[in-house]
């Protein structure tokens, strides 16, 4: 299989054993976009223009501050703050129309909006999104061009139900005809054959708590709990 420098980070994903190699490849970007930030580029004016207008999500902010770099997370905190204080203040002085006995009441939605934009907004995802997408398009590309990736593919352990769901939305857009059912085919029975294995190794974890089953082995179930929550939740929390 000849390798493109857009194609190794998915055949790098699914060479791992983990159990979806999406939220692999997702956890790479996201380990690089949280070192971009809080690395020397956040002094830079563009890069801190971006980062006061759009600030960022509540789990990228977790991330951020676990990062260390307090000074660096402080200072951007800082200027996002001013430019939300500097943005809201003219619309808190706009007064809303009040309404009169037969008149309906104008709601003024620019703070709210304002609200809105900036709760949903983040910059460290929008900087993974377009990456995270070229990934998808090359494992879809490696798919239909390469033999050897189908065969990697299908026997991978799966992949994590909102992956699953991405690819198989995404897969039938890419595909068409026989290509088409082929690659759900796969991808429902490497998703299908994986949740069951897991599924299977959660529920003899529970047993085992079972006193009867205290001089059982394991097998491998030990660590099927955050192996289950990878596949339900996409967490990886080892």
């Not at 791992?16 to 996201?30: A, F, G, I, N």
């Not at 709210?112 to 070229?134: P, Q, T, W």
């Not at 991405?166 to 088409?180: D, N």
């Not at 205290?214 to 939740?233: E, F, G, H, Q, V």
Request: proline fraction near 3%.
């Amino acid at each position: 299989m000849k390798e493109q420098l857009y194609t190794i980070p998915v055949n790098d994903a699914f060479d791992k054993d983990c159990e979806c190699p999406v939220c692999s490849m997702y956890q790479v970007l996201e380990n690089n976009a949280i070192e971009f930030v809080m690395g020397p580029s956040y002094m830079e004016d563009d890069v801190r223009m971006e980062t006061d207008k759009i600030g960022f999500c509540a789990n990228h902010m977790k991330l951020m501050y676990k990062n260390q770099n307090r000074l660096g997370l402080a200072l951007m905190l800082k200027t996002h703050m001013d430019k939300t204080i500097k943005d809201l203040t003219p619309m808190m002085d706009t007064k809303p129309s009040g309404g009169g006995l037969f008149k309906k009441k104008t709601v003024d939605t620019a703070v709210v909006d304002y609200i809105e934009n900036l709760n949903n907004s983040c910059y460290v995802c929008c900087k993974i999104d377009g990456m995270f997408a070229l990934h998808i398009s090359s494992l879809l590309y490696l798919y239909k061009k390469e033999e050897e990736f189908r065969n990697k593919f299908r026997k991978s352990k799966g992949f994590c139900s909102k992956h699953y769901g991405l690819l198989y939305q995404e897969g039938q857009k890419y595909f068409s005809g026989a290509m088409s059912e082929q690659f759900i085919t796969d991808l429902n029975q490497v998703y299908l054959e994986n949740l069951k294995r897991v599924r299977d190794d959660l529920e003899w974890f529970t047993d085992k708590f079972d006193y009867r089953n205290a001089d059982a082995p394991w097998k491998n179930s030990k660590d099927a709990l955050p192996r289950t929550i990878i596949k339900t939740n996409s967490i990886n929390i080892e």
